[in-house]
């Protein structure tokens, strides 16, 4: 972290160095011109003979030359000063753009890291604790159930990541049709309730919503709302999840009580690899892909995601689709 933010200053210093020299340039160069456009009309003016009965028209045509190159270097000077604006203003966003992005894609790669180092160790002390110690019936299923639950989680993760990169690739192929919206938003729901049994989930789900969806996708949708509301709400606080149907428009919210989302964040989070808080203090655990599929999903299915602020504290982020 430190190293990158050494790099932008040393990068930063030397863009604006050369920008200013730019523009210095540029300005020595309109004097320059200038002063031998003032000379050159003084010489001029110099070999007329003021008794010459043309010299005053012949002034005026030297002052009207003198006027014109003046412009022209003005006109000219103006269309470079503005054409470098324009240029160092898109070098500096792209440049900015690229640094933080390459940051962001290390952040990603040390949580993925993470992410598939936790679930791969639980899983192998698990395994060798079944197969090194005696336990009982009940010990041993507590022990397949983290197991699985271990599993599940590299499998979440696993999907994440190639979904992300095949939505971007643009080879996902789409297979659409009639789904039952509330009975896959209910399994979902309870699987995470069979998962997290520590956990209050509370649901309102109306039944009979269908619409038209890769089930696939909005499955995944559905399950990292939830994995984001229970990450982010504090493990004594109920997360609520709502699904109802409004004029052929299906409605589906998450509603958390954590920290909420800065209202300058609230855009940004969907970003990919974008994660809110600083990374050097976050305590939560992911990897920035989550919110960015979720977006992807939601706008392939032609719906909309929005996130408001949940009274006293925490979110909601709200999911609008149609209905069929």
């Not at 003005?74 to 470098?84: D, K, P, Q, V």
């Not at 898109?90 to 962001?104: D, E, G, H, I, N």
């Not at 890291?113 to 604790?129: G, M, R």
């Not at 606080?237 to 409605?251: E, F, G, N, S, T």
């Amino acid at each position: 972290m430190i190293a990158e933010k050494h790099r932008w200053v040393i990068v930063s210093i030397v863009y604006w160095v050369l920008l200013s020299y730019m523009i210095a340039a540029l300005i020595w160069w309109f004097i320059a011109l200038q002063n031998q456009n003032n000379n050159t009309a003084i010489l001029l003016r110099n070999e007329l003979k003021q008794d010459h009965p043309q010299y005053l028209e012949q002034i005026a045509k030297i002052e009207a030359a003198r006027n014109r190159k003046t412009a022209q270097y003005i006109g000219e000077g103006a269309t470079f000063l503005a054409l470098i604006l324009i240029g160092a203003v898109f070098v500096f966003r792209a440049t900015r753009k690229q640094l933080r992005s390459k940051q962001q894609q290390q952040n990603f790669m040390m949580a993925v890291t993470h992410e598939l180092k936790t679930p791969i160790a639980v899983t192998k002390l698990n395994l060798e604790t079944l197969q090194r110690r005696k336990l009982t019936p009940e010990q041993q299923n507590k022990l397949i159930n983290n197991t699985l639950s271990e599993a599940d989680r590299l499998n979440t993760l696993c999907n994440n990541i190639l979904l992300a990169a095949q939505l971007d690739a643009g080879k996902f192929a789409t297979q659409q049709h009639e789904l039952n919206f509330s009975e896959l938003t209910e399994s979902c729901v309870d699987e995470f309730a069979n998962r997290f049994t520590d956990r209050t989930i509370n649901s309102h789900i109306e039944e009979g919503i269908y619409m038209i969806a890769e089930p696939m996708q909005l499955q995944m949708l559905i399950n990292n709302l939830i994995d984001n509301a229970l990450k982010y709400s504090p493990k004594n606080q109920p997360i609520q999840i709502q699904l109802v149907q409004q004029q052929q428009k299906a409605l589906l919210s998450f509603t958390d009580c954590g920290n909420g989302i800065p209202d300058d964040e609230k855009k940004r989070v969907f970003d990919k690899f974008y994660r809110t808080g600083q990374e050097n203090t976050r305590n939560t655990k992911g990897t920035g892909l989550g919110l960015y599929l979720c977006k992807k999903i939601v706008k392939n299915h032609k719906g909309s995601i929005t996130i408001t602020n949940n009274v006293p504290n925490g979110c909601i982020f709200n999911v609008v689709f149609s209905a069929s």
